[in-house]
């Protein structure tokens, strides 16, 4: 199959959770398919994608973005007073146009797949299959965010966002011929505000040749997050968890240290920090973060698709600890492959009980570890992925068919 595949940006490296999706799945279905790639970026990103990739992707095109994550700041403050949301501000570029223009014009393909719906926004002039990846429900995402957040002013930013971010995704939606969706509740979200777009379930994955387990020597009572803690479900998951869940741990095991690991953490999360709360900032390597720990919290309140950090615990044989939200999207067991509460007082309870039985914790990694083996790694979703193109290729082909005999009676 002769695919076009469409990012806002370049997922190299793939050092967070789009890029990884990105990074994987653009890897796995090079390797049976004629790949274009396109994004935004800079140039030197163009030899980043040819040094990973090298001559298993067919073509690569860079676009300068019409901003900068470095400015994102002032893109939200121009989002507050247009009609369009501050991500659509990412897309509104003449040049990728022109580029798009470009090589649909000098090419036929069977596949046109967009990462995320920005860019769905852009005219494709082409017969070829259009695919939505919808690494998460952004306006469900924002809702969300809205829900938690306590200061009026970024209450007021989410609440806008959200409604225009609705608009321009459910747009973009009906423009597809079929969507990936990382989630059985993503799925039945766009089921019910789209409901004639044929959805697929395309979980997030995990590279089980880095993400590996090792016996290392585990410090005793230690529990471990990573993320990018300038993403705002995380940074309030850690926050939750620092006030309402952790003095509970504390008071039973005095000993007991969580490591924040991620980049950007805000200021007065740094300022948190003890004997007892170490916030790392940028690490080249969380792997030997988690390794050393006893136990992976996932305390999130929010956030949309699937948590990538959770298949990468399992993926390492960790036990993990999580809120309903933390582990959505993942077929885990409470009790059996992780343990799953909502309740502060109660997920501290089970934490103190974890960290104090060696047993469990090796029961609940046998069990999650066994899990990502069979079903989450990349190469296995890659291969769905390919599967899928070939049904929505059969069923476009049926419909044009079924279309033609219709005109011809």
Request: proline share 5%; aromatic share 12%.
């Amino acid at each position: 199959m002769k695919i076009l595949h469409l990012s806002p940006y370049c997922p190299v490296p793939p050092n967070f959770g789009g890029a990884l999706r990105i990074y994987h799945l653009l890897k796995g279905i090079a390797q049976n398919n004629d790949v274009t790639f396109v994004s935004f970026g800079r140039e030197n990103e163009l030899k980043l994608l040819n040094d990973h990739f090298a001559s298993k992707v067919k073509a690569f095109h860079i676009v300068d973005p019409p901003w900068t994550w470095s400015h994102r700041r002032v893109a939200q403050f121009y989002a507050l007073w247009t009609s369009g949301s501050f991500f659509s501000l990412f897309s509104k570029s003449k040049e990728m146009q022109k580029k798009l223009d470009e090589i649909l014009g000098a090419e036929d393909f069977d596949i046109v797949q967009m990462e995320f719906p920005i860019m769905g926004n852009f005219e494709l002039n082409t017969d070829a299959v259009k695919v939505l990846d919808e690494h998460n429900i952004e306006y469900d995402n924002l809702f969300r965010m809205w829900k938690y957040q306590q200061n009026s002013l970024r209450r007021v930013h989410y609440y806008r966002e959200y409604k225009k971010s609705y608009e321009e995704e459910i747009i973009a939606c009906k423009k597809m011929d079929a969507i990936f969706v990382v989630s059985e509740r993503d799925k039945t979200i766009l089921n019910k505000d789209v409901p004639h777009i044929p959805k697929f379930l395309m979980p997030n994955g995990v590279d089980t040749s880095y993400f590996t387990p090792l016996s290392a020597d585990l410090e005793p009572f230690s529990m471990v997050f990573t993320g990018m803690m300038g993403y705002f479900p995380n940074y309030d998951g850690m926050l939750y968890f620092l006030d309402e869940i952790f003095p509970l741990i504390l008071k039973r095991i005095p000993e007991a240290k969580i490591y924040i690991v991620g980049n950007s953490p805000p200021k007065n999360l740094q300022d948190r920090s003890s004997s007892n709360v170490i916030v790392t900032g940028f690490v080249d390597d969380v792997r030997p973060y988690v390794w050393r720990s006893s136990l992976y919290v996932v305390p999130l309140r929010m956030g949309g698709g699937t948590r990538l950090k959770v298949l990468e615990a399992l993926a390492m044989k960790k036990p993990v600890i999580t809120t309903s939200i933390g582990c959505e999207g993942i077929n885990v067991v409470d009790g059996e492959s992780v343990l799953i509460e909502d309740d502060p007082e109660k997920f501290a309870q089970r934490s103190v009980e974890l960290l104090n039985d060696l047993a469990m914790r090796k029961i609940l990694s046998s069990n999650g570890y066994d899990l990502i083996c069979s079903t989450y790694d990349w190469k296995i979703i890659s291969a769905k992925m390919n599967e899928s193109y070939q049904t929505i290729l059969t069923g476009q082909k049926q419909t044009f068919n079924n279309m033609a005999e219709v005109a011809a009676k």
